[in-house]
């Protein structure tokens, strides 16, 4: 294989941990998104519940008028603050992103097993139709919370993004003739 060839083929692996990461990143994100969409979706029943209740509203303790008072408020306010946050808008977007770059993390792993073996204007035109499409994902600018970050790094180490097939003990049982992937793939 060429020096070019390897370097490219080596960024291709950058690209798969760059995209694993972050697809797995924006995917932790999106289960807290749903979450909080759930909560502004049923606090203000709750509280609008709690602040119209007879119970709160016609009681002689102060407490209990407050509190039926503030569970009004949070129940007309937590609307407002949801259409602020505009999360089904950040919910669609992480959803998009997190797809394409799960897609992106295989095209990229598939053109450094697959692709490489090639010529190297078809190897690196692959890896270009690639990057173009990372660009893209790139512009729409999410930024996951740093803890998502962490929390995926976590996962991927703990091997829930490990496939059997990629032991080096079952390289075995692959078709005759076909190349276990890198072992800097495999060790994530």
């Not at 770059?101 to 450094?112: P, Y």
């Not at 990057?131 to 180490?157: H, I, M, S, Y």
């Not at 692959?174 to 890198?182: K, T």
Request: with cysteine.
């Amino acid at each position: 294989m060429s020096s070019k060839t390897n370097e490219l083929a080596r960024e291709c692996q950058r690209q798969y941990d760059n995209c694993l990461y972050t697809a797995v990143s924006l995917q932790i994100w999106l289960r807290w998104l749903r979450a909080l969409k759930v909560c502004f979706t049923i606090a203000p029943i709750v509280f609008g519940s709690l602040g119209s209740w007879r119970i709160l509203a016609q009681s002689s303790d102060s407490t209990m008028k407050n509190f039926g008072a503030l569970a009004s408020f949070l129940g007309g306010l937590l609307s407002t603050i949801y259409s602020a946050l505009k999360l089904d808008t950040h919910i669609t977007e992480a959803k998009s992103a997190a797809a394409e770059l799960t897609n992106l993390r295989d095209g990229f792993r598939q053109a450094a097993l697959i692709w490489s073996k090639k010529s190297f204007d078809e190897f690196e035109t692959e890896f270009l139709k690639l990057r173009g499409r990372l660009e893209k994902v790139r512009n729409v600018g999410l930024t996951p919370p740093d803890v998502c970050f962490k929390l995926a790094q976590r996962k991927v180490r703990s091997g829930d993004y490990h496939f059997d097939i990629d032991d080096e003990t079952r390289s075995e049982a692959l078709p005759e003739g076909a190349v276990a992937p890198p072992q800097n793939l495999l060790s994530k």
